[in-house]
């Protein structure tokens, strides 16, 4: 069983940085039923899910939403089985609720590609 615990939210003022990690346990990387993928989506109160970026160990691609690319960097660690969300530049638009995904996949931008979730970790920015 996978296990996924996000951390590093926090309140910062608008052009702010922030780092959240998200560390996984019960799993391989690099073998069947192993985790190929790890992403991060965000939820604003009164809105739905949405996609911010992932990083797949195999392949080594990274995918951003346009709302964050040049301002979000994707990190990962394998030896320590964690990935990081490097945010700077944050804006109040970034206020959110931030989740961690992984999946044994090559997952997308779509939530549903995902198995595991972490508990989430808030973001806020304040302008």
């Known amino acids: 069983q996978v296990q996924l615990i996000d951390s590093g939210g926090g309140s910062v003022q608008s052009g702010d940085s922030l780092r959240l990690s998200c560390v996984a346990s019960?799993?391989?990387?690099?073998?069947?039923?192993?985790?190929?993928?790890m992403g991060w989506f965000r939820q604003a109160p009164g809105k739905e899910r949405e996609f911010v970026a992932s990083?797949?160990?195999?392949?080594?691609?990274?995918l951003y939403a346009d709302s964050v690319k040049g301002r979000f960097t994707i990190a990962k660690d394998g030896a320590k089985s964690t990935m990081y969300l490097q945010m700077n530049s944050l804006k109040p638009e970034d206020t959110a609720a931030y989740y961690c995904?992984?999946?044994?996949?090559?997952?997308?931008?779509?939530?549903?590609?995902?198995?595991?979730w972490g508990q989430g970790a808030q973001v806020t920015v304040s302008s």
């Open positions: 995904a992984a999946s044994t996949t090559a997952a997308g931008k779509e939530s549903h590609d995902y198995e595991y």
């Open positions: 990083g797949s160990w195999g392949a080594r691609t990274e």
């Open positions: 019960g799993h391989t990387f690099g073998h069947t039923f192993s985790i190929y993928t």
